[in-house]
């Protein structure tokens, strides 16, 4: 799966090739409808096909170009491998072609350049996310990115007990036998406890190290668990974290896969939704956010757009003016973030579906 940067750089080499784009959603899982996906793509490269201009070369280009997506597409005899599949070819072959983990419309686009608007959606599989799963006695730590869980470490609470043999046991001579002070099970709660308590720092630092300053994170675990590991982060921490109740430390790495994409979905809502609130006090102080089509795309013209907001809506709406507004987008490495949901309806209410955070002002 291509990474933001990938994604320009491809834009950027090929925007004066012709290039096939192709879009397909992968995510039926009724066994009846296994070969539906190729049905849709032989109709739309049926769709595609009438743009081409008549002349020989460029009838001998599209067909290069369709055989290479074919060909990519040869070995799924059934189903797509994942949620959605997207593919570019030129006459010389695919410059690209795989899965991603969240699902695409069907589209396919003969024309200069790639089309790039519709995958926006897949690039927030590149932001981390670590998903920490706790109790009292130990810590899984997960991290996701790019549509892959990986689970490079676990914290064990017996692991910072210390030598804590002798923990309170008086060493005055005494007339009587055995030990004054605590009981036995008080001393081993006590234990536990002080192990709990710096397993949960030493769970701290390890976030803050995988998270960085952009890393997401998604907590979950028994509550008690969960607030003594909140309490231990920096705010700059908490502020991009999101607490799962249903993840447990005994989960299955595909019951957290499940919980961890639904997790870090809503999450990036909730940022989304942030950023763009700040973005449109900004627009209205006259401050560095531009709201509306047309100050947007005088922002991209003079190339101050540090991140365009798009809603789900107007990339719909307006597939070519979107594919324009996010390639303006690219040629000056802006970011670019597809809003859906609560962030897209306000948008598209407030600010006709688009919206830019700004670099400077003029």
């Not at 810590?139 to 549509?147: T, V």
Request: net charge negative; glycine share 8%.
């Amino acid at each position: 799966m291509l990474n933001h940067d990938e994604l320009v750089e491809l834009y950027r080499e090929h925007r004066e090739r012709k290039v096939l784009s192709v879009y397909l959603d992968g995510k039926a899982t009724d066994f009846a409808e296994r070969n539906a996906w190729r049905r849709r793509l032989e109709q739309t490269l049926v769709e595609a096909h009438r743009v081409v201009d008549g002349s020989a070369e460029e009838e001998a280009a599209f067909r290069k170009a369709q055989k290479a997506v074919e060909g990519a597409l040869a070995d799924f005899t059934s189903f797509l491998p994942d949620r959605g599949w997207v593919g570019f070819a030129t006459e010389d072959g695919v410059i690209h072609g795989g899965a991603v983990r969240v699902p695409m419309p069907d589209l396919i686009r003969w024309e200069n350049g790639i089309r790039v608007a519709p995958y926006v959606r897949a690039l927030k599989q590149e932001r981390l996310v670590v998903t920490v799963l706790v109790d009292s006695r130990r810590a899984r730590i997960f991290e996701y990115k790019d549509g892959e869980l990986t689970e490079p470490e676990n914290l064990n609470a017996e692991t910072f007990l210390g030598d804590l043999t002798d923990m309170n046991q008086s060493k005055r001579p005494t007339a009587h036998s055995g030990m004054r002070g605590q009981t036995a099970t008080d001393a081993a709660q006590k234990s536990l406890g002080v192990g709990a308590d710096r397993m949960m720092k030493k769970l701290a630092e390890r976030i803050v190290e995988r998270a960085g300053t952009e890393g997401h994170l998604v907590i979950g675990g028994t509550s008690e668990s969960v607030a003594q590991a909140s309490d231990h982060l920096p705010a700059g921490i908490r502020s991009r974290c999101i607490e799962w109740p249903s993840l447990r430390v005994e989960m299955s790495d595909a019951d957290v896969r499940d919980a961890v994409e639904a997790a870090a979905s809503k999450l990036n809502q909730s940022l989304q939704e942030r950023e763009l609130a700040e973005v449109v006090d900004l627009a209205r102080s006259g401050g560095k956010g531009a709201l509306g089509a047309d100050p947007v795309l005088k922002a991209l013209k003079e190339s101050r757009v540090d991140t365009l907001f798009l809603s789900r809506g107007f990339i719909r709406a307006n597939p070519e003016y979107a594919d324009h507004l996010v390639g303006a987008a690219f040629e000056q490495h802006a970011e670019v973030e597809e809003l859906s949901y609560e962030g897209a309806e306000r948008l598209d209410t407030e600010g006709e579906g688009v919206a830019a955070r700004l670099r400077y002002t003029l």
